[in-house]
């Protein structure tokens, strides 16, 4: 879509100085950027990428001068463009096409505009929402559950009965509601156990590139509102993770943790079974959290076993000291022993 | 499958106390739990729970009591309860059917009662045993074999080659038989070393979703019976896992790495190539086992490099009171500064 | 194809010494070969295996004897081996067959002998170089281009525009140029920071089963020619990777990191974002490298956080010896009691 710079100000709520007029149309890099394209500055050090740039119109902090250009100023520039952006970029309108190599069964119940691409497979019973894209080869198990204007790209498998909110958006390969690793040694043998659980993922989830999220074993794994999970993650079964939470890349987060909100776990966290991140936790990148281990609201932890980061820095140093220590412990030995010839 | 308490008890092996008629039909958490889902207690804290869930049989340890339940006495009841899963839930009797949409060349060898999913792709020469179901968006290439009872979920590859034995199952994603990452740097390139050895998946394995098994470069990857492979795990060109052994989720192990029976790898482990895992032998979550390493039968490691559980326990206690182990050096040469200067 | 080994060693420009006429028709281990299978012995303690095995033919290195065989002879000889490899083994010609379940949109750009499989899904204005195979169930989005003589294995997912070069291999399971992991908080939300870059992956790329790799944010996701990528590896946005870099099993690239030429990335690894590995670094596996940081051309790195291997191994050795330090420490201690109270 195209906009003026002032439509897009005041959109924003943000203070405009410059010509209101310039066409707005898309967003870009400030290398990238053509005249109608939006960009925005957050730091003072790329002010000279931002000057530039073909770009006419730029978001940037109140205070910022850029010559020729139409500023849009804002507190939060990168915030701002974001909105932008949203706001900007055309979304692709549903095709409201099923296509006809789709398997689409008569139990299935599909919104309004619903759009089902190539060799997608329908189990009976599912359910999907309207506006809600499906693209090329995915599977719906029986049951499935999907909500309103969610888009699954290529190669998503959604398990018999997973359930998912609106405006879920889940990326190429990503896998919901697969059994969980459960087994009961007995006999000489491994026997499963039962994993009949359900998977239920709130509004506004992103999921990324083959992640994989196991339904529960008797109970269900749940994805809070607005949680927003990476590539690779591994998501194991009775997991409860609350609203806004953020899992980075590779993480892998095992059975019955129970996550609150707005947590951050960083990419390839190991977390152990039964463990509980309390509301605001940060878990840093490569940490590993012991089996039940209750971390509270708004700690930071690192290192394996993660202990808070500032103990886990302190350790650290002290680590890198260790040969000036033994050196020093070598000394008074020695002039201990020199004395002692005296 | 609908029974009695006293046939499953029968079934068991186990001392029924209470009504011996009470229909059993399911099994379920004790919150869940209707009249007839079957229940288990394997803890004395989780009495309460049971005694509040609507089911009316309990699995508990002998000399329980629960009033108003029928109980079925095991010292094993988590055991008990996987056994009378395995037995009471339904599994879905194969429906025999090879979908239109599939493409089955005229060279496939069926068993009885298979059953092909819509857009499954098999390549020449495949075979498939009895009563394996293969669903949707399948890929089972030239001379692949899969064996009886098998069930490969929604999107699997088996590449050229790949043989499954009796009873395995495959979640969606999962790939088995891709090339090795193996080249050999000449000539200011990297030339690939052949991969085109096979893969050989034994009895009764589970294989998780998202999970990676490549083929032996020359030779074989082998998995033995029973083993039960968590998501995400890859798992490199030529390696050998015994019979039983777990491996859990994003465990990544390396090429030529002999891993014996009954042995664990915990989640996110990382193993170089050539490391030797005896039997029984236990590597804990997140550690890291250097290149061509033995570990023997029985032992349980842990870190990075990975020792033994007890040495690194005792190195990790000292590095957490090196603050004070320098503070007692610190005090002891202040000392004897004190003493030189009186 | 079948070759003598007169006309093998000629085309590796090696000394043959034995029978000049024996035919090579294919590879394999010592074990598995058959008479007109080539083997090759790297290492002196491999001469049994060799000597023991049916092949007539043997790459080795000069000077090495083994009775009855034809030897080929280089100092090189696991390169000379690979290399032969690649020379007899048959490349299966393409089909250059559009399967007729494939959708294949009148907009496509198809070279010659292009090979479509079942179920494969373009979307519009897609370009497929000559001579590239597209194996089922493979979804390649609007505007996405692949090079010559390209293979995409089974179940590979191309996001729109994403862009491979020649002779590029992609394996099952993998999904290239999904959306970045990006968002700003702002008004109790995630918003999604706009994921509208492409991704480039150069000639000669090959790409393990399961991998991820995003496009880029506002710029662009850049994979150097000849680069080699294990499986379940996670690249993020904006990453810039050199020619002939490694990049081993289930790592992790965040976003806008910077990887020189002829890199090696080992299996595990986690790099924070906006880090630099110049030219011929080294990162060991299970390391973790910090958000910024910069490896020096030629370094090897290890632990979390990556510091040089040296300094990780003396800081190891050090922790190792801390019981004894501390044992010393104490003895000291009470040697200076021992005085005190004299």
């Given at each position: 879509m195209s906009h003026t710079a002032g439509e897009l100000a005041s959109y924003l709520g943000a203070t405009l100085s410059g010509d209101a007029n310039v066409t707005v149309a898309g967003v870009a890099s400030p290398e990238r950027a053509s005249a109608a394209d939006l960009i925005y500055v957050?730091?003072?050090?790329h002010l000279a990428r931002a000057a530039q740039s073909a770009a006419r119109c730029v978001i940037a902090k109140p205070g910022t001068s850029i010559p020729g250009k139409t500023l849009i100023e804002t507190a939060a520039p990168k915030l701002a463009f974001a909105k932008a952006a949203a706001w900007l970029?055309?979304?692709?309108?549903?095709?409201?096409v099923i296509h006809p190599s789709a398997i689409v069964p008569a139990s299935a119940r599909l919104g309004a505009n619903v759009s089902i691409g190539p060799s997608v497979v329908l189990e009976d019973d599912v359910e999907i929402g309207a506006n809600t894209v499906i693209e090329p080869l995915c599977f719906l198990g029986r049951g499935a559950r999907v909500g309103e204007g969610c888009r699954l790209h290529p190669r998503v498998t959604l398990y018999a009965d997973a359930r998912l909110g609106n405006r879920v958006e889940v990326h190429s390969g990503a896998t919901i509601g697969s059994d969980g690793f459960g087994y009961v040694f007995g006999d000489g043998r491994h026997w499963k156990f039962p994993q009949i659980g359900t998977v239920e993922i709130g509004d506004d989830v992103e999921i990324g590139a083959g992640t994989t999220i196991d339904r529960g074993a008797l109970d269900s794994t749940v994805i809070g509102d607005g949680v927003k999970i990476d590539n690779l993650v591994h998501i194991a079964h009775n997991v409860k993770i609350g609203a806004r939470t953020l899992i980075l890349a590779q993480a892998g987060i095992s059975g019955s943790c129970v996550i609150g909100q707005d947590v951050i776990v960083g990419g390839q966290v190991g977390m152990g079974d039964h463990c509980t991140l309390q509301d605001g936790a940060i878990v840093a990148s490569g940490a590993g959290v012991l089996t039940g281990k209750v971390i509270r609201a708004g700690h930071t932890m690192w290192g394996t076993p993660a202990r808070p980061l500032e103990k886990f820095k302190e350790q650290y140093a002290w680590v890198s000291r260790l040969p000036e220590l033994a050196e020093r412990l070598r000394k008074l030995e020695e002039r201990e022993r020199a004395k002692a010839g005296d």
């Open positions: 957050e730091s003072p050090k970029l055309p979304k692709n309108a549903p095709l409201a």
